[in-house]
C-alpha cells in the first residue's frame, strides 16, 4: 500500500525588504531530520486514522515545527502532490502553502528534527536536494509571484 503524507510549505515575508521586488523578502522554512540522512524538509508527516490530508498538514506542522495553525494563513489555490518511492513502496506527499503571520515567530523543533532555517528561494533550493523538491519551491515561488 502506498504510504501517504502531508506538509505545508511555509514562508515568511520580511518588512524590511525592498517594496520594488515583493518577492525578495520571501522566506521559505525548511527542516534538517535527525535521522537518515539528515535532509532538508518542510514540516510534513503520515496521516493518521481519521484525518483528513489538511489536518495532517497542520498537526504535522505543530509537531515539527511548533507552530498552531492559528499562527499561520493558508494561501487559497495552492496544493502539489508529489509521488516518489520511499523504502521500496510508493509514497504520496501532498503540500499546502501557508504563510507564518509573525515572521518572528518562534520554531520549535520535534526529535524528529535537529535544525531549521529561514531560506530565500535559491538557498532553499540547494537545501533542498530532491529534484521534485526544489521544483515544488520554485512552482510555489511562482504562485506567490502571480497573485501580487
Not at 513502496?89 to 503571520?101: G, I, M, N, Q, R
Request: charged letters at 25%; proline letters at 3%.
Amino acid at each position: 500500500m502506498a504510504v501517504r503524507a502531508c506538509g505545508l510549505i511555509i514562508y515568511r515575508r520580511l518588512q524590511s525588504a525592498p517594496s520594488s521586488k515583493v518577492t525578495d523578502g520571501i522566506e521559505y522554512l525548511l527542516l534538517q531530520t535527525s535521522y537518515g540522512t539528515h535532509h532538508w524538509t518542510p514540516p510534513k508527516g503520515h496521516v493518521d486514522a481519521g484525518e483528513d490530508d489538511l489536518q495532517t498538514a497542520f498537526r504535522e506542522t505543530q509537531e515539527e515545527a511548533g507552530l498552531q495553525a492559528s499562527q499561520l494563513t493558508l494561501i487559497e489555490g495552492y496544493k502539489k502532490e508529489l509521488h516518489y518511492p520511499a523504502h521500496g513502496k510508493p509514497k504520496t506527499v501532498v503540500y499546502w502553502l501557508a504563510e507564518v503571520k509573525d515572521c518572528n515567530a518562534e520554531i520549535k523543533l520535534s526529535e524528529e528534527h535537529q535544525a531549521f532555517q529561514w531560506l530565500k528561494l535559491e538557498d532553499a533550493c540547494k537545501f533542498a536536494e530532491y529534484e521534485d523538491m526544489q521544483a515544488t519551491l520554485k512552482e510555489a515561488h511562482e504562485f506567490l509571484c502571480s497573485k501580487k
